[in-house]
């Protein structure tokens, strides 16, 4: 019993000491932020099976610059069109707002079949980019478009 | 007692060097001696090509009994139109054995990582090899394993005999290529102890010429053509890069540097005739890809320049190409009135 009072029961107030001190935080997670592509997009950089367009096109008549493609509340428009994964105005949709590694387009007229690219974007020097990868003809030619948002 | 020695195939390479500082051999060696292949065969046809190889392995007296364990490899070199994955058989006889081949599972990757890491049969041999002895880059390696595996003793020669069938022209193209073969063990792969008798070998064949086609299309890979369209297979709706070769051959436009696409007529999927293309302005203008390469290119986008809209698609073009006025025109072969030929398509 001595032995108890001498050690045991100090300890066990030790322990309950150091239990009650700790003390559980809840973690506050930062929700992931839905990955909003409103806007008007400009391409920067593209290729045709690794090659680079911008040094092949005579700008006169392709111009890479001026073409757009402007995504809004679920609708895109393509101005100044070039080939693209479609050729004409309809839908889009993310796979998954928060976390998206896919785009699916939806023409409104013509093959209105969705057609889905994988969705890569990074920001590269402090910019938001968004590229997307696809073959508009035979599915061998492989093209990739590096667009930014026009601000 | 029983030996546990255990010698790798890339060791191989090893031994045969300290042998020969001290023990005179042999070398050790893959190699493709023969190839025998038709130059011409028709669309539909299941031509039979024969392969007589060599292995050799010479590294002194040290037998240790079963020295590599491992499968014969095969690849072969054909165009892409011709799906010869699924359109080739492949046997071979040897004195270790005789057997057929399947096709090597597309997940397995190169053993040696000699020519980069990671890298499939079919990535490798692209790596090392690229497109042989062809112009267009439209042709693909596909590789091939013994479905036996078989112990190389320390001390062989044999001489293995692949007999490689394949059914041609799966696309119905009319194609002249240039084919070519890679043969190798499963365990050195494209590993190498001598760069000059390396234990892989890879050798090219003749044109092969492919005729019968109902497409109408002609590609030849062998000879060098007056104007080439990359990518060699395309639809109208990508950008397409037509270039003219004027050092190729003596032709009217020969010397001239101002040249421009002449398109005579384009069709379309539904059957209508575009004319009126034959135009001299920047929009057709072939520049020159980099000064006196004596090369002229163009790249464009087929439905712009027709003016199609986005529903109408067209099949081929044919054209020529011509100086600033248009009076002087150089078509298919260098001839002045039959046109070049554009088929798109996929196949």
Known sequence: MKKFNKIIFPLGILFMFAWMSCKTDKINGIAEPVKDITGSWKIVKATRNGTDLFSLLDTNYYNLNKFRVDFNEGKYTLVNPLPFIVSENGTYALDNPQFPFKITFTQTTGSTTPVSTAFTYPIVNGVRTLTLVFSPGCPENTYSYTLVKVN | ?347
């Not at chain 2, 290529?177 to 063990?185: E, K, L, S, T, V």
């Not at chain 2, 006025?325 to 009135?337: H, K």
């Open chain 2, 1 to 347: 007692m029983k030996s546990y020695l255990h010698i790798k195939g890339k060791n191989l390479w090893k031994l045969c060097a300290l042998a020969l500082l001290g023990i005179a051999v042999g070398a050790c060696y893959i190699r493709v001696q023969n190839i025998d292949q038709p130059a011409t065969a028709t669309v539909g046809q299941t031509i039979t090509i024969q392969l007589t190889d060599t292995v050799q392995t010479n590294i002194g007296s040290n037998s240790c009994g079963g020295c590599v364990v491992a499968a014969y490899v095969l690849g072969i070199l054909m165009p892409t139109g011709w799906n010869a994955a699924a359109n080739t058989t492949v046997t071979y006889t040897s004195q270790l054995g005789n057997g057929n081949m399947a096709l090597m599972p597309a997940s397995t990757l190169e053993p040696s990582n000699s020519v980069g890491s990671n890298l499939t049969w079919t990535q490798a041999l692209t790596k090392k090899y690229g497109i042989g002895n062809n112009l267009v880059n439209d042709v693909q390696w596909v590789v091939f394993q013994s479905t036996q595996q078989y112990t190389i003793d320390n001390e062989i020669h044999i001489n293995p005999n692949a007999t490689i069938q394949i059914k041609v022209g799966a696309d119905n193209d009319n194609t002249e290529f240039f084919p070519a073969y890679f043969i190798a063990d499963s365990s050195d792969g494209l590993g190498e102890s001598d760069a000059s008798d390396p234990e892989y070998n890879e050798a090219n064949g003749g044109c092969l010429i492919v005729t019968g086609g109902s497409t109408g299309i002609l590609h030849d890979y062998c000879h060098p053509q007056l104007t080439t369209v990359n990518p060699p297979k395309s639809l109208s709706n990508e950008f397409i890069t037509l270039t003219y070769n004027n050092t190729l051959a003596t032709t009217a436009l020969s010397g001239n540097t101002n040249l421009y696409l002449c398109v005579d007529t384009a069709y379309t999927s539904d059957g209508k005739v575009l004319t009126n293309f034959c135009f001299q302005t920047e929009q057709s203008h072939l520049v020159q890809t980099t000064s006196n390469s004596g090369l002229f290119s163009l790249t464009f986008w087929p439905q712009s320049y027709f003016g199609l809209t986005a529903t109408e698609t067209v099949t081929r073009f044919v054209y020529h190409v011509t100086d600033q006025t248009g009076n002087t025109r150089v078509g298919y072969g260098g001839s002045t009135t039959q046109p070049f030929s554009y088929i798109f398509g996929c196949n």
